[in-house]
């Protein structure tokens, strides 16, 4: 890759705060520009001051951009080829809903500091030109498992891979670097899921809980949440996923997170997910999980932001 990418493409760490910002219909075009201006120089700021004091610790912050932010912002055109507002997509049962965002930050650190830290940054900068409608404090849990008890992320790009898959390449130049943003917050029912016997829930995933190994082609269910979303080796995305909770509203779910090359492959998993394959057979995974939320971001590559800084 020729332009420095942001850090979409590293590991999941411990902690996370994934925040999706939109701009306030009052604020004028103006101040919304200059606070966007601030807000690319802060986020290289960020990581920049993070990669020296703590180097070891795989801290980032990921800034990602809507459509229509892209449009009031008046930022380079053509747009992304693929940077358009997320469609719903619903399936017979289930439907991936679509909510609107125009900024998307995604802070990853070992300690809960300093995700609170470069939360608090990014809202002294934005806070009179918009508002923070989604805030999500996610945290690896145990041994890098979702909520639901099953190791999350095993299947994803590992090395070399994780560029190709999470990065837009030579096919749209003026973007090489970049990648496709796409969030959703799933709720899920944990009383329904911890009544399924742990066998079921096994077949629900498509793979063994303690183990985390795949189930054979003949064994494992057509209707398996790794059956439906692998929708084959040429087209993988980069997941990112992290649990939430609170145990006292019982808002309990996980918060999904994919950056890809490109976005058409994101979409075939959702169509796969909740419409099935073939139609009506839709990804069990689903009965147990709402998706609340649903949005398309474009992040830039980090000489783009140096640009978007003035
Ligand atoms: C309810 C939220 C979700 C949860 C809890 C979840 C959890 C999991 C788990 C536990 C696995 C198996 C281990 C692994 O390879 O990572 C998995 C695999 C996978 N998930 Fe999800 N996932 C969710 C939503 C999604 C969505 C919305 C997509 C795509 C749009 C997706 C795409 C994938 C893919 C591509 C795989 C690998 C399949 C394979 O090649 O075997 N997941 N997920």
């Given at each position: 890759?020729?332009?420095?990418?942001?850090?979409?493409?590293?590991?999941?760490?411990?902690n996370?705060?994934?925040?999706?910002?939109?701009?306030?219909?009052?604020?004028?075009?103006?101040?919304?520009?200059?606070?966007?201006?601030?807000?690319?120089?802060?986020?290289?700021?960020?990581?920049?001051?993070?990669?020296?004091?703590?180097?070891?610790?795989?801290?980032?912050?990921?800034?990602?951009?809507?459509?229509?932010?892209?449009?009031?912002?008046?930022?380079?055109?053509?747009?992304?080829?693929?940077?358009?507002?997320?469609?719903?997509?619903?399936?017979?049962?289930?439907?991936?809903?679509?909510?609107?965002?125009?900024?998307?930050?995604?802070?990853?650190?070992?300690?809960?500091?300093?995700?609170?830290?470069?939360?608090?940054?990014?809202?002294?900068?934005?806070?009179?030109?918009?508002?923070?409608?989604?805030?999500?404090?996610?945290?690896?849990?145990?041994?890098?498992?979702?909520?639901?008890?099953?190791?999350?992320?095993?299947?994803?790009?590992?090395?070399d891979?994780?560029?190709?898959?999470?990065k837009?390449?030579?096919?749209?130049?003026?973007?090489?670097g970049?990648?496709?943003?796409?969030?959703?917050?799933?709720?899920?029912?944990?009383?329904?899921?911890?009544?399924l016997?742990?066998?079921?829930?096994?077949?629900?995933?498509?793979?063994?809980?303690?183990?985390?190994?795949?189930?054979?082609?003949?064994?494992?269910?057509?209707?398996?949440?790794?059956?439906?979303?692998?929708?084959?080796?040429?087209?993988?995305?980069?997941?990112?996923?992290?649990?939430?909770?609170?145990?006292?509203?019982?808002?309990?779910?996980?918060?999904?997170?994919?950056?890809?090359?490109?976005?058409?492959?994101?979409?075939?998993?959702?169509?796969?997910?909740?419409?099935?394959?073939?139609?009506?057979?839709?990804?069990?995974?689903?009965?147990?999980s709402?998706?609340?939320?649903?949005?398309?971001?474009?992040?830039?590559?980090?000489?783009?932001?140096?640009?978007?800084?003035?």
């Amino acid at each position: 890759m020729s332009a420095t990418s942001q850090a979409t493409t590293d590991a999941p760490n411990n902690n996370t705060i994934f925040m999706v910002w939109n701009f306030k219909a009052g604020a004028s075009t103006d101040t919304i520009k200059s606070a966007f201006q601030t807000v690319c120089a802060l986020v290289k700021n960020l990581n920049n001051s993070a990669a020296v004091r703590f180097p070891d610790k795989r801290v980032s912050c990921v800034m990602g951009i809507g459509y229509e932010a892209w449009k009031t912002l008046n930022l380079q055109t053509p747009h992304p080829k693929e940077l358009t507002n997320f469609t719903p997509i619903k399936g017979a049962k289930h439907e991936a809903v679509s909510t609107p965002g125009d900024l998307h930050f995604h802070l990853r650190g070992d300690h809960f500091s300093i995700c609170y830290d470069m939360a608090n940054a990014i809202h002294d900068v934005l806070k009179d030109v918009a508002n923070c409608t989604e805030e999500i404090h996610g945290f690896r849990y145990w041994d890098g498992r979702s909520i639901l008890g099953f190791v999350d992320g095993t299947e994803n790009p590992q090395g070399d891979k994780r560029d190709f898959f999470g990065k837009v390449g030579k096919d749209d130049a003026d973007y090489e670097g970049g990648s496709y943003l796409f969030v959703q917050k799933y709720v899920h029912n944990m009383d329904a899921w911890n009544e399924l016997p742990p066998k079921e829930q096994e077949n629900v995933i498509g793979r063994s809980r303690e183990q985390d190994i795949e189930m054979s082609d003949e064994v494992k269910p057509k209707n398996s949440h790794s059956a439906l979303a692998n929708v084959g080796d040429d087209k993988k995305i980069v997941r990112d996923n992290m649990p939430f909770v609170n145990t006292t509203t019982k808002e309990v779910g996980t918060y999904f997170i994919a950056y890809a090359s490109t976005f058409s492959t994101v979409q075939k998993m959702l169509e796969a997910m909740f419409i099935g394959i073939p139609t009506g057979n839709y990804d069990r995974i689903l009965d147990f999980s709402t998706a609340r939320t649903g949005s398309l971001f474009f992040v830039p590559t980090l000489d783009m932001l140096d640009d978007f800084s003035g």
